[in-house]
């Protein structure tokens, strides 16, 4: 009987060290994150910030019938759709490539990877050169009699800051799916080339399959930095962008401007459902597709 | 078979070349963009940043690597006669150097707690964590806004400060580099009755150092070139970090611009050249969401 009470007091006592180590950044997270997020659902419940009524779901149905939200999140949407398989499948390729016997390997990683460090703000003065009407990138399919392209300015902006959006992100990408790859077993890479698999079918049969849960981790990641996209497009375009750059942010931030609370809220609260929704989605899919490899 | 093992690797190469040239290009040609005059840069991509005052201007765009004449007049106007950059280097130097060492001081606290006791309530905590890591701006700048405007901190570099150093990511990767530290250390520690706190500083932090500088790397360069949360929560353009600054630049200081993009990129690729295999490793232990 004493014992075991002596063991609950350790119990006891650890759980309060460990919330005394734990107390900081839970009560920094609980003060800027989760106690404002709480505000920011009941505001997108309510029909003002003084009036106080309970509306539900009015502010949804507005932001709904919103054309400014509908064009923002179908552009935001559009993008990720378009970046996110890129950024995934480009850096496996990328991976893969290090991954032979090449000279120069620790220098092309260090080249891939650098584009990280560079502060977008940057680099975006060259991307206007490149890309303006007057371009460099112009000038070049002109001189194969192509026409050029106003690529700023109309519904080819979106690749300009795919570009962008690409030669920023691959090379984290690459480095995680490194790091997978070396964390397949040899043993088993080794008998298929006794086996005399072919390289197609070493990728598909057992790298891939080693590789879903960094596939699931980079297409989240990406996910999350596609929506960050706007940084992209407001150093490029600044606050009035081509119509189909307009993005979920530049929403938000002409929201901010006029402080409709109730909208922003209501915004906010669907990117939260839908990002929740998006990653729950992907983490059944992954575990569908990894459940026969242990690890 | 080993013939066609050489062409395909000699293809591998040439194929890394193209992509290692583009990787850099950008980065390259801004720097020696930097590097010429502002009147060869006028006549360069006058057709471009379109100026009013005279001068040659060339009818294309001429792209080029070398500068005609090497100056560093750009420079000089930034760093030492118009004060208006190096105030907003100074803005970008005092927001993230403390959301870098508070965050990783804070979240190195919370790791060990998480590293160091299990529980179904810690556990259910550490996953509401990374649920957080993950929100878009676009959900957690309203709560930013929200806090920042009861509390009085708004226009005010506080606002982006202090959430800032309670983000969740670095808790989240030191967490996992935390937990591969042998536990038999930590048991041997408590045998020779060390306290918790001397546990903390004594043995565990001494261990992951190396994580502790590749987080600090990871969490520099996502507030070095922090654009969302400055244009929301600071209004004032002169309270404005240079990544913000940058991109309204006027047409006739393109070469200053130039300049002053690779003042800024200075501090970050510093820091890669001298911590790549500590940020390499960061980022590979970031690899996965689960455990």
Redesign the interface.
């Given at each position: 009987m004493d014992r075991r009470k002596e063991k609950q007091k350790i119990k006891r006592r650890?759980?309060l060290?460990?919330?005394?180590?734990?107390s900081?950044?839970?009560l920094?997270?609980g003060?800027?994150?989760i106690?404002?997020?709480g505000?920011?659902v009941y505001y997108s419940m309510i029909d003002g910030v003084t009036s106080k009524n309970f509306v539900f779901l009015d502010n949804f149905k507005r932001l709904f019938q919103n054309s400014a939200f509908k064009m923002a999140a179908g552009n935001t949407l559009k993008f990720s759709a378009m970046a996110v398989p890129l950024a995934v499948v480009l850096a496996i390729v990328?991976a893969l490539?290090?991954e032979?016997?090449?000279?120069?390997k620790s220098?092309?990683?260090?080249?891939?990877?650098?584009?990280?460090?560079?502060?977008?703000?940057?680099?975006?003065?060259?991307?206007?050169?490149?890309f303006?009407y007057?371009?460099?990138v112009n000038?070049f399919i002109m001189l194969f009699g192509a026409q050029r392209v106003d690529w700023l300015q109309s519904e080819h902006s979106m690749v300009v800051v795919l570009l962008l959006f690409l030669?920023k992100n691959?090379?984290?990408n690459m480095?995680?799916f490194?790091?997978?790859l070396a964390n397949i077993p040899k043993e088993l890479l080794e008998v298929a080339d006794v086996e005399g698999a072919s390289e197609l079918y070493k990728f598909f049969a057992i790298k891939l399959r080693y590789l879903s849960?960094?596939v699931?981790?980079v297409t989240?990641l990406s996910l999350?930095n596609s929506?960050?996209v706007?940084?992209e497009v407001?150093?490029l375009t600044?606050d009035y962008p081509y119509e189909s750059l307009y993005m979920?942010?530049h929403f938000?931030?002409n929201t901010?401007r006029s402080l409709d609370y109730q909208k922003?809220?209501a915004?906010?609260v669907v990117?939260?459902i839908v990002?929740?929704v998006l990653?729950a989605l992907l983490f059944k899919v992954e575990d569908w597709f990894g459940k026969d490899v242990e690890g | 078979m080993k013939k066609k093992r050489l062409f395909g690797r000699g293809a591998m190469f040439v194929l890394c070349l193209v992509f290692a040239v583009l990787f850099l290009l950008p980065t390259v040609l801004t720097i020696t963009n930097s590097f010429m005059s502002e009147a060869e840069i006028k006549s360069n991509y006058g057709m471009i940043f379109s100026t009013t005052t005279g001068g040659y201007v060339s009818k294309t765009v001429n792209l080029k690597f070398i500068p005609d004449k090497v100056t560093l007049s750009q420079y000089i106007t930034g760093l030492i006669k118009s004060p208006d950059y190096l105030l907003k280097l100074w803005n970008s130097i005092l927001l993230v150097v403390p959301i870098v060492i508070f965050q990783v001081a804070v979240a190195s606290v919370a790791a060990y707690s998480f590293t160091r006791w299990r529980g179904r309530i810690r556990s259910g905590i550490f996953f509401f964590y990374v649920i957080l890591m993950l929100m878009p701006y676009q959900v957690t700048l309203v709560s930013n806004y929200l806090v920042s405007e009861w509390l009085g901190l708004l226009n005010k570099p506080w606002a982006i400060i202090l959430p800032g150093i309670f983000a969740p990511f670095s808790v989240f990767l030191l967490t996992k580099f935390m937990r591969r530290i042998p536990y038999s250390l930590i048991e041997a520690a408590k045998v020779d009755g060390a306290g918790e706190w001397e546990i903390f500083t004594k043995i565990c932090l001494p261990q992951c150092r190396s994580a502790l500088y590749s987080i600090a790397i990871l969490v520099f360069i996502d507030y070095w070139n922090m654009v969302e949360q400055p244009l929301i929560l600071l209004q004032d353009m002169d309270k404005q970090p240079l990544s913000v600054f940058l991109s309204s630049v006027n047409a006739g200081e393109i070469g200053l611009a130039f300049a002053m993009a690779t003042v800024y990129m200075i501090p970050s690729l510093l820091l890669f050249l001298h911590g790549e295999e500590y940020l390499v490793e960061g980022i590979a232990n970031s690899g996965s969401v689960k455990g």
């Open positions: 650890d759980f060290t460990s919330l005394c180590f734990l900081p950044s839970l920094g997270v003060l800027f994150f106690l404002p997020f505000v920011v990328l490539m290090l032979c016997r090449i000279p120069g220098q092309f990683r260090t080249f891939f990877l650098s584009p990280m460090m560079v502060p977008v703000a940057s680099v975006v003065l060259i991307w206007q050169v490149l303006n007057n371009g460099t000038e030669w691959l090379g984290y480095i995680l490194m790091a997978g849960p960094t699931l981790f989240i999350i929506f960050k706007f940084r407001y150093l600044g979920l942010q938000m931030n901010f922003l809220s915004a906010a990117m939260a990002m929740v990653i | -």
